[in-house]
């Protein structure tokens, strides 16, 4: 299984052991967006939605599931983060939330998958936020914009 990390010699899923890797300071953005109906998003706008502050609790959300990525994902390191911060922005064109997450640590492996996770659970958020209204809205375009530091050095998507 050349190539793939979490897995030994005799192709078992195991925790990469990172105890040799320097510490290095991290930091990655992901991305996620919901789109719903104008009607829908209306209500995100205006604030009006029964539940509440779709996109004040859709961050706080994000930055929770960010803290707790290693209890969801099974070979992710539990990780000091340094800073989770989580963007929703309404947007007509769509229609629907933009979502942005960027995660910062200083350790000895990356947070793109803290920065995915926040980006996720705060979609998943803004749905369970609006489903009342909306049972059709999508979730989609969950990825890493950017990462920085370790070994591999800086990523950007669409650079390669």
Known sequence: MTGLTHFDAEGRAVMVDVSEKPVTSRVATA???????????AHVIAGTAKKG???GVARLAGIM???Q???????????????????LVPDEALPGVRITAEVKTTGQTGVEMEALTA????????????KAVEKGMEIGGIAVLRKEGGKSGTYERGTG
């Open 31 to 41: 991305c996620a967006h919901v789109v719903m109906q104008p009607q829908t998003l």
């Open 53 to 55: 502050d779709v996109l």
């Open 65 to 67: 599931a960010a803290k």
């Open 69 to 87: 990525t290693s209890a969801l994902i099974p070979l992710c390191h539990p990780l000091p983060i340094t800073k989770v911060a989580v963007d």
């Open 119 to 130: 980006a996720s659970v705060a979609a998943l958020t803004v749905y369970d936020m609006l």
